[in-house]
């Protein structure tokens, strides 16, 4: 794996949370994306070679809603972005690691992501990312 591609906190209101991290990060948010298949709406900051994405709801039953409703707002994911996701997941699987989905999925930002279970990952949700298009 690479660099930390991204790290993503869950909120309540993108409308709220936005401006709070435009003056937390001390840069604005360059782009903010619909999400329909995982009904989120994402809003990106670039902190050096890394990005904060923040994952708002679109949907009472979706899984940032879920994730909120269990455990409040905060941090939901890390990125790391890879070269050959589908040679990562082989060898993650090889491994023993378990995936939500181990076919990838076009996510939001132009990258195929796919998601380890936090089971196998002490708890905590791991995003491949691989840029599309190259
Ligand atoms: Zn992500």
Do not use: W
């Not at 707002?73 to 990562?88: P, S």
């Not at 999925?105 to 990952?121: E, Q, V």
Request: glycine letters at 6%; one cysteine or more; charged letters at 30%.
């Amino acid at each position: 794996m690479n660099n930390i591609e991204h790290i993503a906190f869950a909120v309540r209101s993108l409308s709220n949370a936005i401006p709070l991290f435009e003056k937390l990060l001390g840069t604005p948010c360059y782009k903010t994306e619909t999400v329909d298949t995982e009904k989120v709406k994402t809003a990106f900051f670039k902190t050096g070679e890394s990005k904060v994405e923040l994952l708002e709801s679109l949907s009472e039953d979706g899984v940032i809603a879920k994730f909120i409703a269990k455990k409040g707002e905060g941090m939901h994911h890390v990125a790391f972005a890879v070269e050959d996701i589908e040679a990562e997941i082989l060898r993650l699987k090889a491994e023993g690691f378990e995936f939500i989905n181990e076919v990838p999925r076009k996510g939001a930002d132009n990258k195929l992501i796919c998601f380890l279970h936090p089971k196998s990952t002490n708890g905590i949700l791991i995003e491949l990312c691989q840029e599309m298009g190259r």
